[in-house]
């Protein structure tokens, strides 16, 4: 940050006048931004920049640093030039600094680091296009995030940033820290890149980001102001500044260095930004930071602030909204690489003006640390939902328009936004649609295809025009009061392209070949088997329970039993007040209840699936699933609305039993990304004295791995920490469906099939229907049923992070390497490759500066602008 | 004010941006100016004045008016010269207006017409000094005061305002005023000046002070601002402009011009002024008033917002306070007279630095509408007593100073400041001492003088060394709990001047004439009668109680039963919820309880008083005494500390039941000043619905008259005005003393005898003691034992209302005329008087533009400043 010069020798107080800005909690975005709803909470974005930018103006010792592009950038729209060019000014000057300048301050539990990527891209490129180089920040700010992972830290090393501060660490962990003299430190954020980069200058902020006790000189506090006129009774301006001196010398001792840090501000402050400044003008003696030695491998959750207070608990809150956010991220990558492969003419078409930005700001808002975190009200989670549909409307346009474009013909698309509860109108009541799915991915896919549909007998035909097997197969009673079927058939859709499947209804009850009809059946003996030539799952016919799972190709066995079980949502206890909330995991105790001990079964078995249904209980139940060709076991379940009607809050778990010796060791993913060792009861820093042992031990899952995974929770009393309701949802979050993928597998194979089932899962194919067929669209020549936007399938170790218009004339590209080191023995995946992106040549030996040749090694991604002309309609 | 031109034939609807910053009210004057405790009010006026100049230096557009002086002045002396370069720039454009002007917006109801017009001379010169004629405020703006005066009206008016807006009036009043399209009407506020000397364009404003619903655009309200981005989910703009305009139509139905006021602020509003002016900017059309035609000739007291919640509770709540007030403005006017007599001697002189400055500001931040009203906090209600006391200091220093100067002698002299509990060490003490008596009287006053001393004997000498009678009495035995004396003199003090009288304690018990000892005793016969030469007042020695007043020069007789009764304060009740509080009197039922049936009775019989002592209760006592030459009989209550252990607030009245037929009708002074008539039951200007027939029947009382009087009121709940706090003084203000002067005279003689008796109460000759003797001070020259300032007596018509020092070769001076028309017809009072203020000779015709001679008509005041020239010591 800009400071004034500092004195050696001196101890050097720097006072960070700062705003905290959720974009959204207790309120909308929009709410907070003009300040609507001040009885639920007082804060106004617009009259705090307002109101920022005049006091700067008043003082050039002044500085002040702002945080929220998502914020920032609407305000910026309302200014006049005038304003802007002062603005611009106070940039240039130093005297407004950004410092993240994302376009919120993301969560780092249940983010996706490609969404992470997406939403920090959108603030920054915003600040440079406003301000060129004098916007960039040169510090990482998450001084509110509920525990960090360490993939942000690693994003952020990569992103060019110079240091990392943070606000919540784990209340021992920072009295350890203060003790070691380790409040800051050099975190090394991966395993695999090469140092330095992915190491961060870290530090941990000495109060969060509060200003210090009495100190608080704003519209929201209640501090007392400096009195420094001596006649006054209220005369106060000594008696604050020995305590001030006194305070930053005892704050001093947890340094290292000469330097010592006060946030002076906090949640929404500043909105009268003169009460700072006038009180601040007094006692400002700003200097720079300097480094510190000391190195941190790990990650910093999960986070406590206190005995029995574990904020593990939004790992799992509202699910729903956590699972359309992974959704709208699928959607918007395929939104984008479409707007990147057709140009223009995605954006205005033959449906209308379509557009990727709403979708992009909706998903960057839905990053922030209340959003997909499920911490904000119930209202203002809604809203987030809301955004995220208003940014479906014109990316759906968007993927329209390309499609009949790079297809070269008008369907009346339909994109069935509710398959999750087996509605798609065109599906279920069309004698003939077609599908097209466009797989946002590097490398051709493989697909089941599953689409509800009414009764009766279907022809699929490929996109040569070939007849494709498929079966209708009833869904399990527990999702329909009425009987309910749904069509299957395999699908194949090459890189970065499409594929259009035609299905046509034969009427009548019609049994053929292809066209196989599962009704759901009772097993009848003991045991019950489904499998397929990959897996074998076997269940107990008697509790209904899965017993054992076989890797048949590996020649592997695991017993394992899988079941659901619930922890009571402590209200507070002897030992503790704490309850448990959307913050917080707190069980009443140390064993969960099952939900039942055993589940009624039914099964399906066709030649494309085998499925067994387990009935739980009224608001529980499960479908367990192997597809033909699916080497992974497929848990899919539903549960809600939980019921509270006997007062207590309910956590649900899906808990797996199995006789591995794992000595309390298991691994989890880093936002998605790369892998860290985790160990019950411990922490690789300082001795952890453990108050909470099922809490404590939980960690946030993206894409991988665990023993016992939260599903669910619906709690009746709140955590006290601030969002002021309990987590109680109804409506649209009541009920949840999820699927857990389970993999076993050898070590040297288990990567391999991890990294890119994960891929498959977090980018899986977008699927569009059109009733009929279709009609030409601007050239006389045949539809197209199918496309590649890829000359040759990236290799498996490559993911294709992002393909995005980034201005008129040039696209965004990033790639990655998906694998970390040493990861995968089987197949050398984690090797570093290069690729050529012009051509199938490769050179011999490529310089990492060739921007024709790219090498990635392990866990790296590269970030590229290409010059694009797209080519007329051929 | 000024506005943007009016359009003719459009509704112009007035946009009033204005904030209303009480001095003093939850939090003391200073803890309100910085914005100290938030916690108890969110309120600090540094800012709210920084915040405004900045948002009316964005946008010309935008105006503002400010009202209280007492904090203007403050922040101005804070700002650099650049700043105030620009407020004045903002002055000179209209964009920032004064209105009102005073130190303070003074309350109305417990308020001298004096206090009242030094505090607004002492506001209105800051404005004259700082910004010219520029600053000066047009319109008068008391728009909290809980009830408004006539008199208040009639000063307005003669102060030159164009108009009184005025925020609270009667809801049943108001409807009514609504109904008949007299919202605005011509106030005549005297019968005695000639129209239109005290006429007074009046407003009632539509909403209080406050802004229409759901347009609060303040830090302190929850009003969503505007939104106009239509897309915006939480886009308002279109439903809030046709709200407004609906709005100010409706409104304007109530006015019978096309021009609609909207008061755009309420309490310590515009903190952060960018949120109103932001919001404002797109609605504001400013336009000009204009007058209308029906007269108001009362007043707008009682106050009641609401059935059973009349405002008259703070008539008489914290009597300690309003007593201490009216002490001070006695002691005020003698520090200015002196400081005007003497010059600049009377600031640096033999005691110190002396200085009228802060008692000037005390006094007139005690004039506020919390705080003589007794309607701010406990805590606050401490601090407006200490300014009090602090103002004294200085006074005190400047009274000596300039007492030596006049006397030409050094003396010890000595404020007993607490002579209303019998303390006062020098005279309790000394063996010798000297008693300055100083009379602010343009006339000659007799009065007794009573000091505490030890049990002995004294000789008193007057200014000629002539001996003096005197007494020793006893105390009542209710005020001591062991034997305590007080020395009485007759003393006779010049006009404008003062007298020295001597006084030496003679050894041993000497009962030698002239200082005769008074002793308790009790009575012996059946009635027991106190008597002077002109009064006769009769006793029941049963009961203990008054039955009979006579005036024995005009054989007069008044059967009169006094004693003290409680009504139960009500907590609300099936009715009405309302309490009884520091604003609001409401009894729980219509008929009081007496204190006690009877009083335990003794008396005092010298040659210079004769007393009765009334024990009714342990906490209710009172003194009836008739001093020689006395023409009215003095009753001095004592009541508190009030017993509120049985859960029950008491509100304590002094009763005077007479078998006069009054027909409900009673007199009462306003402001001290003009007399109105009341009626029990009824209303001059509407037909009232009475909900309250005790506390609706409740006037202000300053100076005069009446059936009953509340003396004393000690509440345990809130009566929910906003103060938060019961009415429940401990400590300074628990135990009180008062008198009630009872005159009993034929109609022809009673103006000359009130107005005179009321003047010598309200300025009282200030006492200086001094141990031992004098010691010539500067001059060689025997010391003055006696001074008049000047060289006539005034005539008995004419007030010497003010005379103070205006600037180092200026005086202030004002002149009243203190009876009004009509009102005395025994000696001519309520005629013209002329004065030549230069010297004896009256010049036969004198021009009232001669400022040599000065003619008053009644109830006129007139104001001069005349140059002066102090004269060395001769």
Redesign the interface.
Known sequence: MTCPTTKPGMLNVHLLPHTHDDVGWLK?V??YY??????VQ?A?V??IL??VI?SLLKNPARRFIYVEMAFFSRWWKHQSSVTQDTVRNLVRQGRLEFVNGGWVMNDEAATHYGAIVDQMTLGLRFLQDTFGSDGLPRVAWHIDPFGHSREQASLFAQMGFDGFFLGRIDYQDKSNRKKMLKMEELWRASESLKPPAADLFTGVLPNNYNPPKDLCWD?L?????I?DDPQ???FNAKKLVNYFLKLASSQKKYYRTNHTVMTMGSDFQY??A??WF?NMDKLIRLVNEQYLRSVKKDDFFPYADGPHMFWTGYFSSRPALKRYERLSYNFLQVCNQLEALVGPRANVGPYGSGDSAPLKEAMAVLQHHDAVSGTAKQNVVN?YA?QLAAGWGPCEVLVSNALARLSQSKQNFSFCRELNISICPVSQTSEQFRVTLYNPLGRKVDRMVRLPVGDGNFFVKDPNNKSVPSNVVMVPSSYSKTYQWELLFPASVPALGFSTYSVTKVSGRNYQAGNLLGWLRKPKSRVLVIENKYIRATFDSGTGLLMKIENLEQNLSLDVSQGFFWYNASTGDGKSSQASGAYIFRPGGRRPRPVSRWAQISFVKTDLVQEVHQNFSAWCSQVIRLYKGQRHLELEWTVGPIPVNDYWGKEVISRFDTPMKTKGQFFTDSNGREILKRRDDYRPTWTLNQTEPVAGNYYPVNTRIYITLMVHRRLLVDDQRGVGEALLETDTGDKVRGRHLVILSSVSDAAARHRLLAEQEVLAPQMVLAQGSSSPYRSQAAPKMQFSGLRQELPPQVHLLTLARWSSKMLLLRLEHQFAVNEDSNRNLSSPVTLNVEGPISYPAPSTLDPTSVTLRPMEIRTFLASVQWQEAN
């Open positions: 909308t929009d709410q003009y300040g609507i709803l001040s009885d007082h106004s617009q009259y307002d109101s005049a519209v506090c209640t501090d007392p102001p009195v006054s009774p209220e909105e009268n003169n009460m006038k809203d809301k």
